[in-house]
């Protein structure tokens, strides 16, 4: 499914945020051109599962592998045919809130 095709859909952002919850202790939300994304950050066993991968694929399908590990929604996203610096994007959000650079975590989501 295309992101464009995602565009035309309406969601219930806090609806699925109570969901992911019930899945993830941790759940971020990012919003661009309209189009909302929930993610979670990496775990200690699939940042290993990633490392061991380091030496044998590009920073590309390292972000790529990224967004698709942690990406709760959209549930499937086009990588080849997503604006350029989405997935780039969506992966530096992913390495930020799970404590993987200096700044530490975004913005998370939590219940009040």
């Not at 694929?57 to 929604?73: A, G, N, P, Q």
């Not at 969506?90 to 989501?109: T, V």
Request: net charge negative.
């Amino acid at each position: 499914m295309r992101i464009e095709e995602y565009h035309q859909k309406k969601i219930d952002t806090t609806e699925l945020f109570l969901k992911f919850r019930e899945q993830f202790e941790h759940v971020y939300f990012y919003q661009i051109d309209g189009q909302e994304y929930f993610y979670r950050p990496l775990t200690r066993a699939e940042y290993r599962e990633i490392g061991t991968h380091e030496s044998t694929i590009s920073d590309f399908e390292r972000e790529d592998l990224l967004v698709s590990t942690c990406l709760l929604y959209p549930e499937q996203i086009d990588f080849e045919h997503s604006p350029a610096g989405l997935i780039p994007q969506l992966a530096n959000l992913i390495i930020e809130c799970s404590y993987l650079n200096k700044r530490g975590p975004a913005r998370s989501i939590t219940v009040l």
